[in-house]
């Protein structure tokens, strides 16, 4: 029993540090891509990506995470599995057709019509979406999540080169940005097939017998509406907010004044941000998917306990998130021109840098939502929020330019926030020591910069690291001095130990 909880948790862990490091990869690729194609080809690539994302969001986590849980209460599991199948393929096939006829008129929708082989091509990874969220699902199952974990990362290893391929294709042979974004989305196509063939998967039964015997398949998509649509929901969240600013900034730019092409370029500087975040929300992502199994065993067991292990959690995000935040806000000036080459959009990227807090704390609440049963609360702040960026994004841009892109979705994000302060307030965590500790962390790195004269991609790349690690310094140091936070708190392992 013990080995089996030792495996068991040898393949959770491998599948938390495969999933970080597909985060931290489709993050940093942006950077060097950037670099080759331009901020026009930044645009072309970024309008279809949220999309392109939503899509191997459900295909990596949603559906497996469904077909994983719900194996367990079937006798027959070739049945659920052939059920399984056959739903998935009809949903895919019925998006991607969805997306071949329409590609054009949402492509106009957007702003520009050559976008319409990009979103074909964004949309192809649904047709690897049935077989490879079987397999995942299938080895989740059977807790061999380690398989689910290579698979994961072959996927994004595979993607990420052929879209720095693309990008190199489009130095050597003068191609459009068009062409280029539309072979970068094949990436995610053929990285798909690549994760499928990582899992070497193979069924004893023919998943395509029967296939035509549609019986079962309605209560198996409520099934899956009723207990993975909030799963999905937050999974998308974000990519849905890109999604809204797709359709909405490049067209409200316009209406401000700018032409075409400027407008374009605007929006790929304003989509700078997306990889700043991603790398800002890594820290709170791997605390939050290392301690969610711990969390809901404690919650079963001992329901007092679990209350101060979620405010020790919120704490340590709180505290972290906005010492990332600020960091990030302190040297994002000089990360703009050591990994975009010029400082374009600063004010437009500091202002959406600010999310990284937000969402930070939206995360926990969510999950700790998820934990005591309230998904319907959650989904309702969730819709909150989406609906003010929805009605907000275009406003805004139009009367401020990519900095009123930027405001929307931190305005959106911050009445999301608030609307889970106003239930749980007695689970924040505010001290002056903290207060204290992040003021002496930003004159420290204030100091530095004006001491640190460096000039060049390179220099400012050390000065970065520098600021960096000085801060950090700083930070863990007084933490620990001022006794903000101590070492039992930064671990619950013995915690859940004692309730065992």
């Known amino acids: 029993m013990k080995s089996k909880t030792r495996k068991l948790r040898n393949s959770a862990a491998i599948l938390i540090i495969s999933g970080v490091t597909a985060k931290v990869l489709a ?70 057709l969805f997306l071949l006829v329409l590609s054009r008129p949402l492509a106009y929708l957007m702003g520009e019509v050559r976008l319409y082989p990009v979103l074909i091509a964004g949309s192809l990874p649904l047709l690897t979406l049935p077989l490879l969220s079987l397999a995942r699902g299938y080895y989740q ?5 380690d398989v689910t974990a290579k698979s994961q990362l072959v996927e994004q290893l595979v993607r990420v080169l052929i879209i720095w391929l693309s990008a190199y294709l489009f130095v050597k042979l003068n191609l459009d940005v068009y062409q280029i974004a539309t072979l970068s989305m094949l990436g995610s196509f053929i990285g798909g097939i690549a994760a499928l063939s990582a899992t070497r998967v193979r069924f004893s039964f023919s998943l395509w017998q029967g296939f035509f015997d549609f019986k079962g398949i309605l209560p198996l998509f409520r099934r ?64 939050l998917t290392q301690s969610l199994p711990k969390l809901n065993y404690t919650f079963k067991q001992n329901a007092p306990r679990y209350q101060q292990l979620i405010k020790q959690k919120v704490k340590i995000i709180t505290i972290f998130s906005a010492a990332i935040t600020i960091g990030m806000f ?22 959406y840098v600010i999310a990284i807090f937000l969402i930070s704390l939206i995360q926990t609440l969510h999950y700790h939502y998820e934990i005591i049963g309230q998904k319907r609360r959650n989904s309702q702040f969730l819709t909150i929020g989406l609906v003010v960026k929805v009605l907000s994004t275009y406003l805004l841009t139009r009367y401020f330019g990519i900095f009123g892109s930027s405001l929307s979705t931190v ?48 220099q400012l790349l050390i000065k970065v690291v520098v600021l960096s690690l000085a801060g950090v310094v700083v930070l863990l140091g007084l933490l620990f001095k001022l006794n903000v936070i101590n070492f039992q708190e930064l671990r619950d392992e013995e915690q859940i130990d004692e309730i065992r």
């Open 330 to 351: 302190m040297v994002l000036s000089l990360m703009n021109r050591v990994l975009f080459k010029n400082n374009a959009g600063i004010f437009s990227l500091r202002m």
């Open 27 to 96: 993050a940093l690729y942006r950077f060097p891509y950037q670099n080759l194609v331009g901020d026009l080809g930044f645009y072309a690539y970024q309008q279809v990506y949220p999309l392109m994302s939503i899509i191997t969001t459900i295909a990596l986590v949603a559906l497996p995470n469904f077909l994983s849980k719900e194996i367990q209460g079937y006798q027959d599991k070739p049945y659920f599995f052939k059920k399984f199948f056959q739903l998935s393929m009809l949903i895919a096939t019925a998006i991607f």
């Open 411 to 458: 305005l959106s994000l911050l009445i999301v926030f608030s609307c889970y302060y106003l239930k749980e307030w007695q689970l924040f965590y505010f001290d002056k020591r903290l207060l204290i500790t992040l003021a002496v962390m930003i004159a420290t790195v204030a100091g530095l910069n004006q001491l640190l004269d460096f000039q060049g991609r390179t």
């Open 141 to 145: 199952a059977d807790e061999l999540l």
């Open 224 to 287: 899956l509406i009723k207990s993975s649509a909030n799963f999905i929901y937050f999974a998308i969240y974000l990519l849905l907010f890109q999604l809204v600013d797709a359709f909405c900034v490049k067209n409200a730019l316009v209406a401000l004044g700018f032409n075409t092409i400027t407008a374009q370029l605007q929006k790929g500087i304003f989509d700078r941000a997306q990889p700043f975040v991603q790398l800002g929300l890594t820290f709170s992502l791997a605390i």
